[in-house]
């Protein structure tokens, strides 16, 4: 397979804030490896066979469903433990095993970041391709400044799916996604946006970023856990104005 580079991310510990219940959580990291780049076109089609037209640019218009198949190929093709286990739709994640996955929210809030409190880790025109470009598709990677992660495009270019559910309580299985887009206005392409989508839903500006590391703990790790995403499902009480009830 084209060579999916990694960094190596030290442990440490960052800080997610959630702006519907108003709070914020600090969690303490392991360390773990997180993919230079997003994953490409050319990485797309020679694991899944999916025609392509520009072989340097983000894999885009993917679904999660899709994105999480595709890390398990991935580990196949490479020899790995495949991380992702399926029933259906419903999709579980071996915490034990050492192939490639999504990151957690909070790895890849950390790895973007690199140490900085802002929300850029460089002046936007020079580390993210956003609608101030005036672009009208992704861009092919590493055209704009890495981080002291030594990662780039982590910022706009296109939005990268995350391991985590958005907000199981509002939106049932729907994901996250983060970064920004090139299409993007400023005030999205920022480290602490977070929004999401459907697992089938798959739209021209998000793709995915590779992370490993495996962990001992089952059903938890780096900021995530069954447990949690299960309490977050409760809404107790009348819903909040604006809200839909879950689909059941």
């Given at each position: 397979m084209t060579d999916i580079e990694l960094a190596r991310i030290p442990a440490g510990v960052v800080t997610l804030r959630d702006a519907r219940r108003g709070e914020q959580r600090e969690v303490t990291l392991e360390p773990y490896e997180i993919g230079v780049y997003p994953v490409t076109e050319a990485q797309l089609t020679e694991v899944?066979?999916?025609p392509m037209r520009h072989p340097r640019r983000p894999a885009a218009d993917l679904s999660w469903l899709r994105a999480v198949?595709?890390?398990n190929?991935?580990?196949?093709w490479e020899g790995l433990d495949q991380v992702y286990l399926f029933d259906g739709e419903e999709v579980a994640w071996d915490t034990t095993a050492d192939g490639y996955r999504?990151?957690?929210?909070?790895e890849w809030e950390f790895a973007c970041r690199a140490g900085s409190t802002g929300p850029h880790y460089a002046?936007?025109?020079d580390a993210a391709w956003t609608s101030a470009d005036g672009v009208s598709s992704p861009q092919d990677v590493g055209g704009k400044l890495p981080n002291l992660h030594g990662l780039f495009d982590t910022l706009g270019n296109?939005?990268?799916w995350c391991w985590d559910l958005l907000d199981p309580a509002r939106y049932d299985d729907y994901r996250v996604f983060r970064?920004?887009?090139f299409a993007d206005d400023a005030w999205s392409v920022?480290?602490?946006v977070r929004r999401g989508g459907a697992p089938r839903m798959h739209h021209e500006d998000v793709g995915l970023r590779l992370a490993r590391g495996a962990f001992d703990t089952l059903e938890q790790a780096q900021g995530w856990s069954a447990r949690a995403d299960r309490e977050r499902a409760v809404q107790d009480g009348p819903l909040p104005s604006g809200w839909t009830p879950r689909r059941r």
């Open positions: 899944l066979g999916i198949h595709f890390c190929a991935a580990s196949e999504l990151p957690t929210e909070a002046p936007l025109a296109v939005w990268e970064g920004g887009g920022r480290a602490s």
